[in-house]
């Protein structure tokens, strides 16, 4: 397997070492969320030194992380999604099909020529569609069944969607995911008053998968945020879709520890509105992870039963909303600690999406200088209509201790993200 290094090679100076090695066979703890429901989460931790591999570059990777065998797969250094075939770098050109240029893009479908009535269609937009294609082909990569991916030191994803669907039992820790940017965003003049941009790919995306395990882990644009993008139509080039979305009728998630840093769509939980699969599932547990600067979706709900304590959001500018309560949703949100920024108000917290409840408590805000107890439930019925009911009907059960205080937050907090794993 080119680029990839069997981890059992004793004497490597470059392998996954002993404790790297331990933190890699560790299941998901009893009782740690909703992952730990059922069979519970152990990802690739019984599998044999045929099936544990260090890998440092997107092929290898690639190759490493399927099959449903366990297996256990050590990131070092950089693996970047714009790889070839061959394993050399390639660019959004070295993806693009001969029928599309965002120039004649732009120019066909302009509002003032193509109106708004209708989404884009003709040959320009099925060449765009081809584009897309194509660049899914180098920077989506699917993830089997009982894996456990780990990232040494500051390893990390670029330009890589990590796909883990129709997989259940996985396990990903200690990785950098940046910048799933898409190379051909489409426009949809549809999609609301003003019409939108909208992208393709999220950094991870948890689809028709149970038992899933996410710690650890830092996500973000990189060096490519979308406050530098261009503005076409009067709407901003959107190349970002998702951080970390769970949907299709996943369930049994655990998301801890993470730090999700300066992204506007953030973790989307459930595809749509339509009621059918979706229903009894994306039961998801969120603990200890921090929100730093981030947009939107954090998390937006749909049908799940949501709990979300003990996590840190700093709120700034470009903000929504943090927890949106979509249709059915059942969120439990206790002891999360806000910090509110640029004016921003604790009663824009939650948002509406066709939701009508949420049990919240606990919640500390500071806002300057004042910092204490605030309920956000209450702050947003004040100026709301309708109001949230106060009891979302269920009581989680499985927490793998009993909620800290929202004042503790930010202090244990601080042992979030990539590179602290172990410290936690």
């Not at 884009?120 to 069944?145: F, L, N």
């Not at 901003?236 to 769509?265: C, R």
Request: glycine share 10%; charged share 20%.
């Amino acid at each position: 397997m080119a680029g990839a290094t069997p981890a059992a090679a004793t004497g490597d100076p470059s392998g996954p070492g002993w404790w790297a090695s331990q933190l890699a066979r560790q299941p998901l703890a009893a009782n740690d969320g909703w992952a730990a429901s059922g069979t519970g989460t152990t990802g690739g931790s019984a599998a044999d030194d045929a099936h544990v591999f260090v890998v440092r570059d997107r092929n290898a990777f690639a190759a490493a992380v399927t099959g449903t065998d366990p297996k256990i797969v050590f990131v070092e250094g950089v693996v970047d999604g714009f790889t070839s075939a061959e394993g050399n770098p390639i660019t959004c050109a070295d993806l693009t099909d001969p029928g599309y240029t965002l120039e004649s893009y732009l120019a066909a479908y302009d509002p003032a020529v193509w109106g708004r009535a209708a989404d884009p269609s003709g040959p320009i937009e099925q060449a765009r569609v081809r584009s897309v294609a194509a660049q899914r082909a180098r920077t989506e990569i699917k993830v089997g069944a009982n894996t456990t991916i780990v990232g040494l030191g500051d390893a990390t994803l670029k330009h890589v969607t990590l796909m883990i669907d129709g997989a259940p039992n996985v396990i990903v820790r200690n990785l950098n995911f940046q910048d799933a940017a898409d190379c051909f965003p489409r426009w949809r003049p549809t999609d609301g008053a003003e019409g939108n941009w909208n992208s393709e790919y999220d950094l991870v995306s948890v689809r028709r998968s149970t038992n899933v395990w996410i710690d650890h882990n830092t996500f973000s644009d990189g060096d490519n945020p979308d406050s530098n993008q261009p503005v076409y139509f009067g709407r901003p080039w959107q190349v970002h879709d998702g951080a970390l979305d769970i949907t299709h009728t996943s369930d049994l998630v655990t998301v801890s520890a993470n730090v999700f840093t300066h992204h506007d769509k953030t973790m989307l939980i459930g595809s749509s509105d339509t009621v059918g699969p979706d229903v009894g599932k994306l039961r998801v547990t969120l603990r200890d992870n921090v929100f730093d600067g981030v947009g939107q979706r954090a998390p937006r709900v749909r049908f799940g039963q949501v709990d979300v304590y003990n996590n840190f959001f700093r709120i700034a500018e470009f903000y929504d909303y943090s927890i949106g309560l979509g249709i059915q949703s059942a969120v439990v949100a206790e002891n999360n600690f806000f910090v509110l920024q640029d004016g921003i108000t604790a009663d824009r917290i939650l948002k509406d999406w066709k939701g009508t409840a949420v049990t919240e408590r606990g919640s500390w805000v500071k806002d300057g200088r004042k910092v204490g107890p605030v309920s956000l439930l209450d702050a947003y019925n004040a100026t709301h209509d309708p109001d949230f009911g106060a009891d979302a009907g269920w009581t989680p059960a499985l927490r793998r201790s009993t909620p800290l205080p929202a004042y503790a937050v930010p202090l244990v907090t601080l042992l979030s993200g990539a590179g602290r794993l172990g410290l936690h």
